[in-house]
């Protein structure tokens, strides 16, 4: 016999079980090293990739606002974050944000995750000189994107190939995969 404060739970449906929430959902690409929950129910996600032959880079990302980081903010155009200044910063925001949680980002098509890639490619243009572009540089699009690392290379590479005006490629001298160059806007 039901009472006033007793509850009922609701069984979810076949479909509504089976797909990811906040809290389960990893992108392609993506691996995800930890989840905050902030104060209102938005996850903030501390997050990787396989992009750096260098080491590994971190990024933090709320599901909920539009909160999104993968460098110092202490030393701008500087360092990359580590697990732990991520997730550093992932508890510091949890512990602020209201954001109510939103529906995950689609996967987007081909086409406008390669247009993803190229405004990326026109706003980092903007530097007076060349300047190495990273596949971390992209890990703030990460969970927009949600590619492999290869099939964002691979995009990459095809710009290279159209434009090298805007950016060239080469075989890395040590280890696998290419360096990148963006080149900034010509100069009148």
């Given at each position: 016999m039901p009472t006033l404060f007793s509850r009922t739970s609701e069984t979810p449906t076949t479909s509504e079980?089976?797909?990811?929430?906040?809290?389960?959902?990893t992108p392609e690409g993506v691996t995800v090293a930890q989840r905050y929950l902030g104060l209102a129910?938005?996850?903030?996600l501390v997050y990787t990739t396989d992009s750096s032959w260098s080491g590994e880079y971190y990024a933090v990302a709320c599901l909920g606002c539009t909160y999104?980081?993968?460098r110092?903010?202490?030393?701008?155009?500087?360092?990359?974050?580590?697990?732990?200044?991520?997730?550093?910063l992932a508890n510091i925001h949890a512990?602020?944000?209201?954001?109510?949680r939103r529906p995950l980002p689609d996967r987007p098509d081909d086409a406008t995750a390669r247009d993803i890639i190229r405004r990326h490619l026109h706003?980092?243009?903007?530097?007076?000189?060349d300047r190495p572009l990273l596949l971390s540089d992209l890990h703030p699009q990460r969970l927009v994107l949600q590619r492999t690392t290869s099939w964002i290379e691979?995009?990459?590479?095809?710009?290279?190939?159209?434009?090298?005006?805007?950016?060239?490629a080469k075989p890395r001298a040590y280890g696998t995969g290419y360096e990148f160059t963006l080149h900034p806007f010509p100069r009148s």
């Open positions: 079980s089976s797909q990811p929430t906040p809290e389960t959902w129910g938005a996850v903030v999104i980081t993968a110092h903010k202490d030393r701008p155009g500087s360092d990359f974050l580590t697990q732990q200044r991520a997730a550093e512990g602020t944000c209201r954001a109510l706003n980092a243009r903007r530097s007076v000189n691979t995009e990459l590479l095809a710009v290279a190939d159209e434009h090298p005006d805007v950016l060239t």
